[in-house]
Nanobody, 127 residues
Framework: QLQLVESGGGLVQPGGSLRLSCAAS????????IGWFRQAPGKEREGVSC????????KHADSVKGRFTISRDNAKNTVYLQMNSLKPEDTAIYYC????????????????????WGQGTQVTVSS
């Protein structure tokens, strides 16, 4: 059974950092592009970052460019989202999702393209 589990969320002060992890079980993560998404209360789920199967391509939403970095360790079946210089507006539930892509260098931050989702981890940025 394909399963994604997010971890690493928590409460952090503005300007702080967190690293989220997305661990896969039941499948080989390296065969999927992975995306990170977030959903704040009362808002739609939005794409944050993605990384291709080959790790050769990444994308970031404009709101997180220069602050967030996505990476993967296929040997550990895990994808990471390093979040620096966090702002209160980054507060949301963060989800990872998996997508099979026809090209190794492809990824997407469009949520409707992703069939497989984790349960999410809460990130709260507040003083």
């Amino acid at each position: 059974q394909l399963q994604l589990v997010e971890s690493g969320g928590g409460l952090v002060q503005p300007g702080g950092s967190l690293r989220l992890s997305c661990a896969a079980s039941g499948f080989t993560l390296g065969t999927y592009a992975i995306g990170w998404f977030r959903q704040a209360p009362g808002k739609e789920r939005e794409g944050v970052s993605c990384i291709s199967r080959s790790s050769g391509s990444t994308k970031h939403a404009d709101s997180v460019k220069g602050r967030f970095t996505i990476s993967r360790d296929n040997a550990k079946n895990t994808v990471y989202l390093q979040m620096n210089s966090l702002k209160p507006e980054d507060t949301a539930i963060y989800y990872c999702a998996a997508l099979i892509t026809p090209v190794r260098s492809m990824c997407s931050i469009q949520r409707w393209e992703y069939p497989y989702w984790g349960q999410g981890t809460q990130v709260t940025v507040s003083s």
